[in-house]
């Protein structure tokens, strides 16, 4: 795709935003910033690499000072479950189910795409729940860096195969202690 229509495209994406009313922080974390957004009450999206063009907000929301909270917990070890209102977000049916069923794996667990394709009903449909996972549009919080590939081999992601190593390391980690102290 040429520059100039990536930069056309960025900039509808950053007009959809401000018509939504959306707001927008920066989460500093050890995998990067974090661009966390907000409508209405409800956490619309998070993005690896922080904010992008998307103006920060200078008095954010409670939720996006939750979202802070809770991003600064899980990333110390402290939290292993999320507790923030999520908008619904946009996607064909097929992954919407495969977003809830990743919401579903439990903190520092795991499940094959190959697991995930057959519990939403098409075994067969590995490769697209990888492109369901990639559409993400909450990672982190819906934690797609637990979907690995066959036999657990570390395959795929969006935010980055470091960035999915590092997450699954922590969430080890942190159960790790807590088990055994």
Same mark, same amino acid.
Not at 140 to 156: P, S
Not at 159 to 176: H, I, N, S, T, Y
């Given at each position: ?27 500093? $974390?050890?995998? #990067? /910033?974090?661009?966390? *957004?907000?409508?209405? !009450? ?8 922080? %904010? ?56 520092a ?8 394709? $057959?519990?939403? #009903? /098409?075994?067969?449909? *590995?490769?697209?729940? !990888? ?8 990672? %982190? ?30 969430e080890?980690r ?8």
């Amino acid at each position: 795709m040429g520059a100039g229509i990536v930069d056309c495209m960025e900039r509808r994406r950053v007009a959809t935003a401000a018509r939504r009313h959306e707001s927008w922080i920066s989460v500093p $974390a050890p995998i #990067g /910033d974090l661009g966390v *957004a907000a409508d209405a !009450g409800e956490i619309t999206a998070v993005h690896f690499g922080g %904010v992008g063009r998307y103006p920060i907000a200078a008095n954010p929301p409670l939720v996006l000072r939750q979202a802070r909270e809770q991003f600064e917990a899980y990333f110390a070890g402290e939290l292993t479950d999320f507790d923030l209102p999520l908008a619904v977000p946009s996607g064909s049916d097929f992954e919407k189910a495969v977003w809830k069923a990743i919401a579903e794996i439990g903190y520092a667990e795991m499940a094959t795409y190959g697991e995930i394709a $057959a519990q939403v #009903g /098409d075994k067969d449909a *590995a490769r697209a729940v !990888g492109i369901a996972c990639n559409r993400n549009p909450l990672p %982190v919080i819906v934690a797609c860096h637990r979907v690995v590939g066959a036999g657990g081999k570390l395959v795929g992601f969006g935010g980055g195969l470091d960035r999915k190593r590092f997450l699954l390391q922590l969430e080890a980690r942190v159960r790790v202690e807590r088990e055994f102290g």
